[in-house]
């Protein structure tokens, strides 16, 4: 639940006076007694609707709209409180919890029943990680190993059809390396040949877990992938520079870990 700031409570009934104010005076008679109870009337009006639009975000939705308001008043005219701050934040804090683990129920249902399903059709495997895969074109080539880089034409996406990443809509193959990616591509490309085209459902364990990505992939979310590897390029080990002292001995480079990142964008 967003907090309703004094920035935003002083912005906002600015924003709409200013508004009001360009726009051709009328004078009208208030019902209030003094102008300075009109005013702050007005400020309660004005603001009304931000308050309103917080609360309508809410989660869960379904809080009596008169208590809000009856606790709102007490706190802020300083009344008699019926439940105390900390025990309003306790108990605003195991609904929020109860909501979210209602909502991970019902993505993880729903993320069965698509595993499921594509588990029940032809020419599905399933690897011991969970990974599902199956294949649309072989090839008799190479395979790469899960520290190579590898050039490949992909299009994710969520269960529902929305395509969230293309790499052919970019017009330009992918490169990357396979340390660098998430563990469900690491695995399946690793399966390929070159020059074979696959589809894989990967679960959220082995894509973004229940973190996903803000605004492009849900928490928990099975994706499906539908890869073609075009080239491999072999990882080779770097050589670090031998120093004059005879007895050193020249430490083997190891790849860049920056830690898992989603597929390579373009920049």
């Not at 109860?98 to 499921?116: G, H, I, N, P």
């Not at 994710?156 to 395509?163: P, Q, Y």
């Not at 690793?190 to 990967?202: P, Q, R, V």
Request: proline content about 4%; overall charge positive; charged content about 25%.
């Amino acid at each position: 639940m967003k907090k309703i700031s004094h920035s935003l409570i002083l912005g906002l009934g600015l924003a709409l006076a200013t508004a009001s104010c360009s726009k051709k005076l009328q004078t009208q008679k208030s019902a209030l007694a003094s102008r300075q109870d009109s005013v702050a009337y007005a400020f309660g009006v004005l603001n009304s609707g931000a308050f309103s639009e917080v609360v309508s975000r809410m989660p869960g939705d379904s809080l009596s709209r008169q208590q809000i308001l009856s606790g709102f008043s007490d706190a802020f005219l300083g009344g008699h409180l019926k439940i105390s701050a900390t025990d309003a934040q306790t108990i605003f804090e195991a609904y929020a919890s109860d909501l979210r683990a209602q909502e991970t129920r019902r993505r993880t249902a729903s993320a069965d029943s698509v595993l499921a399903a594509y588990k029940g059709r032809e020419g599905v495997k399933t690897t011991e990680s969970g990974l599902m895969y199956r294949v649309l074109r072989a090839a008799q080539e190479e395979r790469p190993s899960a520290q190579d880089t590898v050039v490949v034409h992909y299009t994710g996406r969520l269960t529902d059809g929305k395509e969230f990443d293309s790499s052919i809509k970019r017009g330009e193959p992918a490169v990357f390396p396979l340390s660098q990616v998430i563990a469900g591509w690491t695995e399946g490309i690793c399966l390929m040949t070159k020059g074979s085209k696959y589809e894989f459902l990967i679960p959220a364990s082995l894509a973004y877990g229940e973190r996903g990505v803000n605004g492009v992939i849900p928490p928990g979310a099975p994706l499906f992938f539908e890869v073609e590897l075009l080239d491999i390029r072999p990882y080779r080990e770097a050589k670090a520079e031998v120093k004059e002292d005879s007895s050193a001995t020249p430490a083997k480079a190891t790849p860049s870990a920056k830690g898992r990142k989603p597929i390579k964008r373009k920049k």
